[in-house]
């Protein structure tokens, strides 16, 4: 041991015990809001305004971006107007109850885009009425709204921007749901070149919905082992009355990671026919 680390080490070890303890009582208060807002995390009914101008004005509140990059940023809709290519299949994506799960969104973001696509991230939280409807307590999903009304107010949200990209000449739209996004994509009430739903379970279909016919193509994505699902059971939608046109791609990683198979990423590409990509 050299004379300066012996005459030195005692200081740096001192150190870094007071940053320890100095450290230690944050940690505290964030343990404890994290508890407070699960505690707090209690069941409410909202009302949605699913009035014409507000369903209109969800394009305005998206964010769109149109290349990819380690430091992609995303323009406004009239921007995107602008800018966009207009012949590339253009990705609406719908994202889950909480819209706070940054490394999924990017992962989602980052594969698409790497396709060549434009990529639309809706927001249904920024509409100001509404708020996140789960949290992840210990590995579990809390739920606290009710999505009989909180699906049909994002499905006209979704429906608006099917009707504007395809009033202003977008000529490919693909749609894109992860987890409660992709129970919106199960009710859609439109037609679109291709759909996929990425760590959501088969639900039924709603009465007014549009049956899947061979306009509208389905994958699923989902695992058998997802935590997130356990409360609902992951149930594929291939073979079952009513998904004539789904494909299932089942996993069984326990992770609600939209990407937790490494053959998913592939199996898009083939869904979509870009096999070669």
């Not at 320890?20 to 505290?28: E, G, N, Q, R």
């Not at 409807?133 to 499905?155: F, Y």
């Not at 921007?161 to 199960?186: P, R």
């Not at 997802?226 to 409360?231: A, S, V």
């Amino acid at each position: 041991m050299t004379k300066w680390l012996r005459e030195n080490l005692w200081r740096h070890i001192t150190g870094w015990i007071m940053c320890a303890f100095a450290v230690f009582p944050l940690y505290l208060v964030l343990l404890s809001a994290f508890n407070v807002a699960a505690q707090d995390f209690k069941p409410t009914n909202e009302d949605y305004d699913i009035s014409e101008s507000m369903i209109k004005a969800s394009v305005t509140r998206t964010n769109f971006y149109i290349k990819d990059s380690f430091f992609a940023t995303s323009i406004n809709s009239e921007e995107f107007l602008k800018v966009a290519d207009k012949s590339k299949p253009t990705v609406i994506y719908l994202h889950g109850c909480n819209y706070d799960y940054p490394p999924y969104e990017r992962s989602l973001l980052k594969f698409y885009l790497g396709l060549g696509f434009n990529f639309a991230v809706t927001d249904f939280i920024k509409r100001g009425d509404a708020k996140p409807a789960c949290i992840a307590v210990n590995g579990v999903l809390v739920v606290r709204t009710n999505l009989r009304a909180r699906i049909p107010a994002r499905v006209l949200e979704l429906n608006a921007h099917i009707d504007w990209l395809k009033a202003n000449g977008f000529k490919t739209i693909y749609v894109v749901g992860f987890s409660e996004g992709g129970m919106v994509i199960q009710r859609m009430q439109k037609v679109v070149d291709a759909a996929v739903i990425h760590a959501m379970t088969c639900i039924p279909l709603a009465p007014n919905a549009r049956r899947p016919t061979n306009e509208n193509k389905y994958l699923q994505l989902i695992s058998t082992r997802d935590p997130f699902l356990d409360t609902q059971g992951a149930i594929p939608c291939e073979g079952r009355p009513g998904y004539e046109t789904f494909i299932s791609a089942v996993g069984n990683a326990p992770s609600h990671d939209p990407f937790s198979d490494p053959s998913w990423e592939g199996r898009i590409k083939e869904f979509l026919g870009l096999k070669n990509q």
